[in-house]
Nanobody, 116 residues
Framework: QVQLVESGGGWVQPGESLTLSCLAS?????????MDWYRQAPGKQRNFVAR???????YYANSVKGRFTVSADNAKNTLYLQMNDLQLEDTAVYLC?????????WGQGTQVTVSS
């Protein structure tokens, strides 16, 4: 059974940083065709944040480009999202998504709140 568990969310002030983790079990992230981060603010639709696709470079939404970095550690079977210079509009639940052998898996999400 595949399970994705996000962690690392919390409350920060504008300009601060957080690193989110998405630990995968039941699948090998080194064989995932695509691993994404999405976010969903209250009352809004879920939006794409960042992607790490096999054999391709990372890809980011314009709103986070230059501030966020997506990476993976195959040995730890974990996807990361390093978030710098966080802004009020980055407040949301952040979810990881992995595509593996034709199936898409989602985590439950971790809350990130940016507030002064």
């Amino acid at each position: 059974q595949v399970q994705l568990v996000e962690s690392g969310g919390g409350w920060v002030q504008p300009g601060e940083s957080l690193t989110l983790s998405c630990l995968a079990s039941g699948l090998d992230v080194s064989t995932a065709s695509q691993m994404d981060w999405y976010r969903q603010a209250p009352g809004k639709q879920r939006n794409f944040v960042a992607r790490l696709a096999r054999n391709l470079g990372p890809y980011y939404a314009n709103s986070v480009k230059g501030r966020f970095t997506v990476s993976a550690d195959n040995a730890k079977n974990t996807l990361y999202l390093q978030m710098n210079d966080l802004q009020l509009e980055d407040t949301a639940v952040y979810l990881c998504k992995m595509d593996h052998r034709g199936t898409t898996y989602w985590g439950q999400g971790t809350q990130v709140t940016v507030s002064s």
